[in-house]
């Protein structure tokens, strides 16, 4: 077997986190839970994850496994929540002791909550629950507080909590994040040797697209929206609108909806119809749609007079964290996925989640999948919110533009450190081997979300017999994708025609299969080992399904010719 290691990028952009500190009982937890409500961005608590990971309270894991364990995992978890963005972080009292403080804290906004040592005692109550002081509660609170002094003096800016009630802490608290989160908020830059543009997230963002297309493209003469058909009267409208307000001339255009418009005669429309228009490279074309939209129209712009700008208006979950981020641009042909595409990098992209209301349920759900995959890959904190998310039910997930922004923020990485696709970028690929396959066996019947959630269990328990995957990593991403409702039912598929899809997917790789699989800190892109071999856990997921889904069952028959997996 060959490995070759794939370790997450660094994480950059995106809104500021707000971080808390300060001693114990100054109401880190309860005045962070009501912040984050009042600023409407998820909550986490770095000492719960910490029960959470080692499994017991923390008066138990100072007991059993020592102070020293506890504070080994508390600068892993502030190094992981470093790569958060947009998040209320309650860090636990020592934490500021921690190198990895600083990292969280550059870039946030850093509260420190105070209060005299003896309202701390009053508040902390049972001192044995508090395993640092339990001893002696007045003197250690002392102790502690003045060894702790300048670390909490320089960890951010401090709130007295002295005599106000949680309600009051968090209100302050929330005012001063409002005061200091930095204008970058909601912004993620893509960066690369050819380009560089800026990704916006969030509620509200499509009011600043006039503004963007001023800073990225400040000779641009007409804009041209051309939209899928799905959202021509709905999103595609609203850009229109948007922009003529803010007294551009906008001329449209439309192409077919969905993988539909990813034919050459889409794209050949397309090309008449800018051609009647008299359409140049003094022009940008304005691109709303799903990932296929967007495949067409860039395909379009990347060919039309040798190129013409574009930016992108995504209008599904997938189109906001995958297919809009990264330049790459192709229709099918022949059968085969992506078969001619071009690298055509956007000027920038609008990712405006109130776009995803008109979104059926399952297309909602069949992008969370890519969410899912890349948490796995460079965020533990992100995986962590999504195992511990509530069932999404039929609605859009809560939080789902913060969950959009850490999946931009994560592609954006992997496309910078890798412009060209041709190393890290690879890592992307998890679950999508035994996703293609799958879904090509189904003749695209199996929806590319599902087929990528079996394909990520799948890598994973690869991943576990190969020794390189934690060992409880499938069973926490069955629990996140089943909350998502991805796994609710298994396609019943015939073996030997997966198996010939896979094979399919073999050639593209130069006669030797290949499979991402998921390593701490990242990907492990694993050849030379036996195809059964990597089969067998994707085989063992599809026996397990409890129930199967009469709709996605394909029958014996042979893999179609020609349809080819598709190069991402
Ligand atoms: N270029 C890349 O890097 C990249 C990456 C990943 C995927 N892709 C491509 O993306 C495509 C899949 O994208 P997708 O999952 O967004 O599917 P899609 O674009 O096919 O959209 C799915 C359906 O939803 C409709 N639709 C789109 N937005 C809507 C909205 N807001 N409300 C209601 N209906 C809406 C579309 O018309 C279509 O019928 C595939 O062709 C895949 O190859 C490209």
Known sequence: MRELRLPAPALRGGQANLVLAGFSATGKT???????????????????????????????????????????????????????????????????????????????????????????????????????????????????????????????????????????????????????????????????????????????TLDRLDGLLRSQLPKAGRVVVVSDQAVTDSAGALVGETLRTAGREVLTAAVGRGEASKQIAAVTELWDRFQALAVDRGDVIVAVGGGAGLDAIGFAAATWARGIPWVTVPTTILAMVDASIGGKVAIDRGGAKNSVGAFHQPQAVVCDPSLLLTLPASLARDGLAEVVKSAVLASPLLLDALVQARPAGEGLPPHLGWLIEQTVRIKAAYVAADPEDLGLRQSLNLGHTYAHGLEAASDYLVPHGRAVAIGLVAAARLGVSLGLTEEDLPAQLRGALDRIGLLETLPSMDRARVRAALLLDKKWRRGEPAFVVPVRGGAALVSGIDLDFALEPFWELLAEASREDPELTAGPAQAPAGSGPAPR
């Open 30 to 204: 309860s005045a962070g839970v009501l912040a984050a409500e009042l600023l409407g961005m998820p909550f986490v608590d770095l000492d719960q994850l910490a029960e959470r990971r080692l499994g017991s309270s923390l008066p138990e894991v100072f007991l059993t496994l020592g102070e020293k364990r506890f504070r080994e995992l508390e600068a892993e978890l502030l190094g992981e929540a470093a790569r958060l963005s947009g998040t209320v972080i309650a860090t636990g009292g020592g934490a500021v002791l921690h190198r990895e403080f600083a990292t969280l804290a550059g870039g946030a906004v850093a509260v420190v909550l105070t209060a005299p040592p003896e309202e701390i005692e009053e508040r902390l109550g049972d001192p044995a629950t508090r395993p640092l002081v339990a001893s002696a509660p007045g003197p250690r609170i002392r102790e502690l507080l003045a060894e702790r002094a300048l670390a909490y003096s320089a960890a951010g800016t401090a709130v007295d909590t002295t005599g106000k009630s949680i309600q009051e802490v968090a209100g302050l608290v929330a005012d001063r994040y409002r005061a200091q989160a930095n204008d970058k908020a909601q912004r993620v830059t893509v960066s690369g040797p050819h380009a560089e543009y800026p990704v916006l997230v969030g509620e509200g």
